[in-house]
């Protein structure tokens, strides 16, 4: 398709027309006077327009780049937390069944002896799906390996190879869960893609992790749902992977899914297999095959209720610091559900006096929020409904926010809505809240909420209310930087791209907040 790009005079923005007919999530071409084509992804919320659509094309948010080389040319190599420590999973992407094999060339900054690498133990597997393509249009094989007794904390340098298909060297740190007396530093988003605006957020935590003088590097990336948008279009798919390789192939990339992930509509028939397949998640070996045995019409019927392997739902623990619980907010959570019993049973043993000992720090990872102040439609509409309670479709108040305070959970992260939004300590549907118009939480006893879904994705053309436990709030692009300071002091900083949806790149911290736990463990404890 192509569309026509009215140009007016160079002080101005370009403008896009979209058709009415075009469909929310389509990649169209348009083409300037000038003869430039652009990428351009289709709004969401598009659906049964009347009229045709025109946006400045200084959106980075739907504006999609051309492939770079290195992307096309990428084998898309991503590291992935296991749920053990001194434990990593490494993928990448070959055009053809083969054996993956890893070589642990040495151990770097360590006084472990070189060897140690004959220690580790390697268990690889091959996976795909019959419309899994490679830029050439070849069939696309994924590669995973699960490396296992790594010492802990220690630097390896690594090469990847498949039957002679391309090699690939990076290193990494072995993951671990005892506490080394350093700080720590992790980014955290949901919702990102491959717009102008995506790549803005890889190149500002890029710049972080390899700014040799700063001492809190980026240790690893917690992607909380809407991955990649490619709704069953596998040169998106490519596109992301080549995009985040310079990142995920040196700390861990960790993912959970979001709507467009494994919603039939949301995903264009997805439903979760191309994740699964190309993500070595904690879950991933047990549930893809039960996926991959199914056809597209079974698999996305029973994506809500599927259980088979528990596929989307699996506990990190970081560092001597948290105890991290991801968790999908598309599958059945009501009360005594498998999830929803799955989740009371983890919160349960992160929140022993013996666990929070060994990580104070509980967070949940989910992509649809229960807290935010987004006009946007099914978000806030049940604020005034106690039955329904606060949260997307009035139902993970309703079903979970007891079950969080219950088990003093510190932190729980969000996506879904595209900006960014922070709030209070805040319980009961938001009717209570604590330090308000304060940059210090200290000693919350109710979970502080974070709205994080401002890596990429378009905005959602939605302005924002104002009600007490709301915080802050900004329509901007850019990542959480989320720093434990120590055991007892956590800061979050929100590091955008930009100003506004068509700033030019400038990274800045444009929100913050510590929080503080003076008696070191969680409330309750």
């Known amino acids: 398709m192509l569309l026509i790009i009215a140009s007016v005079c160079a002080a101005q923005p370009t403008f896009i027309q979209v058709p009415k007919h075009a469909v929310e999530g389509q990649i169209v071409y348009g083409i300037t006077d000038q003869g430039n084509q652009i990428r351009f992804q289709v709004p969401q919320g598009y659906e049964n327009r009347t009229s045709s659509f025109i946006t400045s094309t200084s959106n980075r948010g739907l504006i999609i780049p051309n492939p770079t080389k290195q992307e096309e040319e990428s084998l898309q190599v991503h590291l992935h937390h296991t749920s053990q420590a001194g434990s990593i999973a490494i993928s990448w992407t070959t055009p053809s069944h083969c054996t993956p094999t890893i070589v642990l060339n040495s151990v770097l900054n360590s006084d ?172 991933s070996r047990a549930a893809q095959p039960h996926l991959l045995s199914q056809n597209s019409t079974v698999r996305c019927n029973e994506a809500y209720n599927n259980t088979v392997g528990h596929p989307f739902w699996y506990t990190v623990k970081l560092r001597g610091y948290a105890t991290i619980i991801t968790y999908s907010t598309d599958s059945n959570l009501e009360q005594n559900s498998e999830q929803w019993n799955w989740l009371q049973s983890e919160l349960k043993k992160a929140n022993t006096i013996e666990e929070r000992g060994k990580h104070p720090w509980i967070f949940l990872m989910g992509h649809k929020p229960m807290y935010t102040a987004s006009t946007y439609g099914g978000c806030i509409s049940t604020r005034d409904n106690p039955e329904s309670g606060e949260g997307t479709e009035g139902q993970l108040t309703h079903e979970l926010e007891k079950l969080f305070v219950d088990h003093s959970v510190d932190v729980s992260f969000y996506g879904h809505i595209h900006s960014y939004n922070r709030m209070y300590p805040t319980k009961q549907n938001g009717t209570y809240v604590e330090d308000t118009n304060k940059q210090v939480y200290r000693n919350p006893k109710a979970p502080v909420h974070m709205m994080v879904g401002m890596s990429g994705a378009g905005h959602l053309g939605a302005s924002y209310d104002k009600p007490s436990w709301s915080a802050y709030s900004e329509i901007s692009y850019g990542w959480l930087k989320t720093t434990f300071a120590n055991r007892t002091a956590l800061h979050l900083e929100f590091v955008a791209n930009g100003d506004g949806l068509e700033g030019e790149y400038a990274p800045s911290v444009h929100d913050e907040v510590w929080i503080v736990k003076d008696g070191g463990g969680g409330g309750g404890v």
Not at 131 to 136: C, E, G, K, S, V
Not at 150 to 167: Q, R, V
Not at 170 to 197: E, K, Q, R
Request: negative net charge; aromatic residues 10%.
């Open 112 to 283: 472990v002896a070189s060897n140690v690498a004959s220690d580790v133990l390697q268990n690889g597997t091959t996976r795909s799906y019959p419309t899994a393509r490679l830029p050439d249009n070849t069939t696309a094989y994924f590669q995973h390996v699960v490396l296992t007794q790594l010492n802990e904390g220690s630097a390896y340098n690594y090469t990847i190879a498949c039957d002679g298909y391309g090699t690939f060297s990076s290193t990494f740190v072995a993951p671990t869960s005892s506490l080394d007396n350093t700080s720590m530093t992790i980014a955290i988003f949901g919702d990102m893609g491959v717009s102008n605006a995506a790549h803005d957020t890889v190149r500002s935590m890029l710049s972080q992790l390899n700014d040799e003088s700063n001492s809190n590097s980026i240790a690893a990336v917690f992607h909380i749902g809407d991955l990649s948008y490619a709704r069953s279009n596998e040169d998106i798919w490519n596109q992301f992977f080549g995009m985040i390789e310079p990142i995920a192939s040196r700390v861990p990339w960790t993912v959970s899914p979001g709507n467009h992930d494994m919603r039939k509509g949301d995903s264009a028939g997805e439903c979760g297999l191309p994740m699964l397949s190309r993500f070595e998640t904690p879950r």
